[in-house]
């Protein structure tokens, strides 16, 4: 091998400029993964994807790693809050929630309870619960878990607002108007 053919470390270290793909990913309402129409089954790819899944300014998902990046298609969020633990009371409580891909999360001031409308056109109601996660992501709060939610609600904001109270932080159990 001449010295010409020889890769340095420089080779493997050199910074390359990712290549925009078409990944043909969709993520549907309930928080499914499809590549090429056909449903990802494997759950630890899915888990793979999402670890480089993020939304942009204009609310556009992409996947992204240093090699390459691209769109995916979200119907309305891409994640959904499958489980509740709550502990304490009032304004000791605590709130942690699990998605569909298993990964833990506090409600608090950095994963705040919103609510907005949903994306779909199959929604009927104004708006639905949503949890704030890095990255400008959403994980849509599943019905079951909305209901042990609100069963939880135990005090009012200074607006009278129903609420609750998780690490530090209420929640008003309804939209606000802003």
């Known amino acids: 091998m001449s010295g010409k053919d020889k890769l340095t470390s420089a080779d493997y270290n050199a910074s390359c400029t990712p290549v925009e793909r078409d990944f043909q990913i969709r993520i549907d309402e309930e928080g499914r993964?499809?590549?090429?129409?056909?449903?990802?089954?494997r759950i630890e790819l899915v888990k793979l994807f999402a670890t480089v899944l993020y939304v942009d300014d204009l609310g556009q998902h992409w996947l992204r790693t240093p090699a390459e990046f691209g769109r995916i298609a979200v119907e309305d969020a891409p994640f959904i809050i499958t489980a509740l633990a709550s502990a304490g009371q009032k304004k000791?409580?605590?709130?942690?929630?699990?998605d569909n891909l298993d990964r833990?999360?506090?409600?608090?001031?950095?994963?705040?309870l919103v609510?907005?409308?949903?994306?779909?056109?199959?929604?009927?109601?104004?708006?639905?619960?949503?949890?704030?996660?890095?990255?400008?992501?959403?994980?849509?709060?599943?019905?079951?878990?909305?209901?042990?939610?609100?069963?939880?609600?135990?005090?009012?904001?200074?607006?009278?607002?129903?609420?609750?109270?998780?690490?530090?932080?209420?929640?008003?159990?309804?939209?606000?108007?802003?």
Not at 104 to 112: A, H, W
Not at 146 to 151: N, R
Request: net charge negative; aromatic share 12%; hydrophobic share 35%.
């Open 33 to 41: 993964w499809y590549h090429e129409g056909g449903l990802i089954k």
């Open 92 to 98: 000791e409580r605590s709130i942690r929630v699990t």
């Open 104 to 112: 833990e999360y506090r409600m608090d001031q950095d994963t705040p």
């Open 115 to 178: 609510f907005k409308s949903r994306r779909t056109e199959a929604a009927s109601d104004d708006s639905c619960p949503y949890l704030c996660l890095p990255a400008g992501l959403m994980a849509r709060l599943s019905r079951p878990v909305w209901y042990e939610l609100a069963g939880l609600a135990d005090c009012d904001d200074a607006a009278g607002l129903p609420g609750l109270w998780s690490f530090g932080t209420f929640f008003a159990m309804q939209p606000q108007k802003l």
